[in-house]
Antibody
Framework: QITLKESGPTLVKPTQTLTLTCTFSGFSLSTSGVGVGWIRQPPGKALEWLALIYWNDDKRYSPSLKSRLTITKDTSKNQVVLTMTNMDPVDTATYYC??????????????????WGQGTLVTVSS | SYVLTQPPSVSVAPGQTARITCGGNNIGSKSVHWYQQKPGQAPVLVVYDDSDRPSGIPERFSGSNSGNTATLTISRVEAGDEADYYCQVWDSSSDHHYVFGTGTKVTVL
């Protein structure tokens, strides 16, 4: 059974850097094809993909947030860490990590998230 | 970047069929996945690869994808299906990004 859980501060001040940790079990990030992603959701709004790291340390970022995001993995601890710099009140959201599933054919790749962590609400306020 | 557009809301009576659309440029050439999110809960995958269901998801949930529109269909709607639904694709043309739709609130009357 795959489980993921997010942890980190619930309140950060504007301009500070947010560091979130995703601790998972039931799979290894050293296994070929595995990935872990971060997605956020402002209160009452839609889901927004932020970043994803693959087993081979390939990293992908949302174009609109790329300059502020860094995603890393610690395979030995079964953890993925997301940092977001220069936090602003508009970054107030529930932040989720999720297990990436998918595969590639000869012509394309197919990627989705299952399962997700429970999420952690981060409020940005002075 | 790639954009996925969903209707903000869909209302349906119990026992009827709900259809939720997800519009995107030539989305039929991509693989579409659907998530259900109930209030205060994390999203749950209900359909992947256009029309496949994860284990534990009722057969009442089905999907299709063609042209510029993908559709999630919920047959014989139950009160417990009331939730927000999001479509998602992986966009290989834009540096391998993941894109979510704008979300649809399904209300069971």
């Amino acid at each position: 059974q795959i489980t993921l859980k997010e942890s980190g501060p619930t309140l950060v001040k504007p301009t500070q850097t947010l560091t979130l940790t995703c601790t998972f079990s039931g799979f290894s990030l050293s296994t070929s094809g595995v990935g872990v992603g971060w997605i956020r959701q402002p209160p009452g709004k839609a889901l927004e993909w932020l970043a994803l790291i693959y087993w081979n340390d390939d990293k992908r970022y949302s174009p609109s947030l790329k300059s502020r995001l860094t995603i890393t993995k610690d395979t030995s601890k079964n953890q993925v860490v997301l940092t977001m710099t220069n936090m602003d009140p508009v970054d107030t959201a529930t932040y989720y990590c999720a297990h990436r599933r998918g595969y590639c054919s000869s012509t394309s790749c197919y990627n989705w998230f299952d399962p997700w962590g429970q999420g952690t609400l981060v409020t940005v306020s002075s | 970047s790639y954009v996925l557009t969903q209707p903000p809301s869909v209302s349906v009576a119990p026992g009827q069929t709900a259809r939720i659309t997800c519009g995107g440029n030539n989305i039929g050439s991509k693989s579409v996945h659907w998530y259900q999110q109930k209030p205060g809960q994390a999203p749950v995958l209900v359909v992947y690869d256009d029309s496949d269901r994860p284990s534990g998801i009722p057969e009442r949930f089905s999907g299709s994808n063609s042209g510029n529109t993908a559709t999630l269909t919920i047959s014989r709607v139950e009160a417990g299906d009331e939730a927000d639904y999001y479509c998602q694709v992986w966009d290989s043309s834009s540096d391998h990004h993941y894109v979510f739709g704008t979300g649809t609130k399904v209300t069971v009357l």
